[in-house]
């Protein structure tokens, strides 16, 4: 599915729109290859609204916006940066956690 995911996002980037849903649009590639895709995504989309649907953290920490939902009920709404102050948070408690298992820090 990743190749498939890929020239999806090509065509994204030719056909320029405004607005662009990304149903974990980057949970078939490697982690490298999602970092890439973030950047384009950043670069090019950086005008339009980007709705990104994703269990890989990474994907959204970046985002104006952060809706974390758990069994279908909103635990978090808010910017990433004001979520992460707030270690009582959902996301922050997911991050914390993420950095734990894999050695990797987001500061």
């Not at 190749?3 to 030719?14: A, E, I, S, T, Y």
């Not at 952060?66 to 990433?80: K, T």
């Amino acid at each position: 599915m990743g190749p498939r995911q890929l020239v999806c996002l090509g065509r994204v980037l030719l056909k320029r729109s405004k607005v662009l849903v990304l149903d974990e649009g980057t949970a078939s590639v490697d982690t490298v290859t999602d970092n890439l895709i973030q950047q384009t995504l950043r670069h090019h989309f950086s005008d339009c609204s980007v709705i990104t649907i994703a269990h890989r953290i990474t994907s959204v920490l970046d985002s104006d916006k952060v809706l974390l939902l758990n069994q279908g009920l909103i635990e978090d709404y808010d910017s990433p940066t004001r979520l992460l102050e707030n270690k009582s948070s959902s996301l922050a408690q997911l991050v914390a956690e993420y950095t734990m298992r894999s050695n990797t820090s987001f500061e």
